[in-house]
């Protein structure tokens, strides 16, 4: 029964790994390279850097975790997919993403120590927000 077992599970990873090649090797990849490697247009170009770290900090804040979202990402730079240009300020996004998790925390406490964790939450985030402002 064990070897079985390890049989049909081998067999489901191998499975997802497909599905998950197919998927960014093919029509998602073309799109994923065209829209996320592209600038905004022409008067706004200069934002484009800025709304990528928005977008880094709302999917670390969907995923609550900026490991899984870096670790998502970094297999995409390496196959192209999505440019370093494009990965530097999703990771500084996620970085600041990641203080949702303390922030909700902190809303969640009760009782005399309410004010205390707010204001450590507070400070996590903006030691990350500033940390990116010196970079």
């Known amino acids: 029964i064990n070897a079985e077992y390890g049989k049909q599970w081998y067999q489901r990873r191998v499975r997802v790994v497909k599905t998950l ?3 960014l090797m093919g029509r998602m990849a073309q799109t994923l390279k065209r829209h996320i490697n592209t600038d905004l247009p022409r008067p706004c170009g200069w934002l484009t850097g800025y709304i990528f770290i928005v977008v880094g900090m709302g999917m670390t804040i969907l995923v609550q975790s ?3 979202f870096t670790s998502t990402i970094t297999p995409l730079v390496g196959m192209g997919v ?4 494009r990965m530097f300020p999703l990771t500084l996004g996620s970085n600041i993403g990641t203080t949702a998790t303390a ?3 902190a809303l969640a406490a009760t009782g005399d ?3 205390l964790t707010i204001q450590v939450a507070m400070s996590h985030l903006f030691f990350n927000i500033f940390g990116i ?3």
């Open 21 to 23: 090649q197919s998927l």
């Open 66 to 68: 900026s490991s899984v």
């Open 82 to 85: 999505i440019s370093i240009d």
């Open 103 to 105: 922030i909700l925390a």
């Open 113 to 115: 120590n309410r004010a």
């Open 133 to 135: 402002m010196v970079f």
